[in-house]
């Protein structure tokens, strides 16, 4: 068990520009979610796959934000014309279903600054 | 829909003494609890979780925490800190049959010497 992993760990873009970051979970996890944390807040949850399926997507998950987890392994995260306000740690966490009392682990996090 | 708030945002304390960490959580269905510590430059991780029977659940390192369904909280407390538990703690719920967290703001606790 490597534990979760995320690349790259930091992103530094100027604003308009693309970014994707990559998560690879824990190999026979099915569960995989995406969080946003900003300076001084918890993580907020953006988006989360059961296995290949895209099953929620949070508000926060504008039109310029993507997921995709193909085959349900790793998952990728595009941000589309970033802005300013992107500017914050994207975290991946991946969970083996047992129910809604999973034990999530969490990535080391992929810190974005836009500038 | 469900929401955390955490009490305090910054608790120094000396190495020894006792602690608490304060959650309180809203929501319209019933919860999972848990709390996640956040060491320096390191990603989060489970402390502990609440999802039935005994109120009172504990960590391996000497934290506890008890559900409490009334006042709607999930206090964490530890009887004696080490410098070592210098993070920051996150308490976090969940009500979704997926697992979805919904985390609150953080608490950091500093342990001085």
């Known amino acids: 068990d490597t534990g979760v992993s995320q690349d790259p760990r930091h992103k530094i873009t100027k604003r308009g520009q693309n970014v994707t970051f990559r998560c690879d979970p824990i190999?026979?996890?099915?569960?995989l979610y995406w969080y946003r944390q900003t300076l001084g807040q918890g993580p907020e949850f953006l988006t989360y796959?059961?296995?290949?399926?895209?099953?929620?997507k949070s508000r926060l998950l504008s039109d310029r934000f993507s997921a995709e987890r193909p085959k349900g392994s790793f998952s990728t995260l595009e941000i589309q014309r970033t802005e300013q306000g992107d500017s914050a740690m994207y975290l991946c966490?991946?969970?083996?279903?047992?129910?809604?009392?999973?034990?999530?682990?969490f990535g080391p996090g992929t810190r974005l600054t836009v500038l | 829909a469900q929401s955390v708030t955490q009490l305090d945002s910054q608790v120094p304390v000396f190495e020894e003494a006792p602690v608490e960490l304060r959650c309180n959580y809203s929501?319209?269905?019933?919860?999972?609890l848990f709390w996640y510590v956040q060491y320096p430059n390191q990603g989060l991780q489970l402390l502990l979780k609440?999802?039935?029977?005994?109120?009172l659940v504990e960590s391996i390192n000497g934290f506890e925490a008890e559900f409490n369904k009334s006042q709607t909280s999930f206090h964490l407390r530890k009887p004696s800190v080490h410098i070592s538990d210098t993070a920051e703690y996150f308490c976090?719920?969940?009500?979704?049959?997926?697992?979805?967290?919904?985390f609150g703001q953080g608490t950091i606790l500093t342990v001085h010497p």
């Open positions: 966490a991946s969970s083996l279903s047992e129910g809604a009392g999973d034990t999530q682990y």
């Open positions: 190999s026979e996890h099915n569960r």
């Open positions: 796959f059961q296995n290949e399926a895209q099953l929620e």
């Open positions: 929501s319209s269905v019933s919860v999972y």
């Open positions: 609440y999802l039935s029977g005994s109120t």
């Open positions: 976090a719920v969940s009500g979704t049959s997926y697992g979805k967290l919904t």
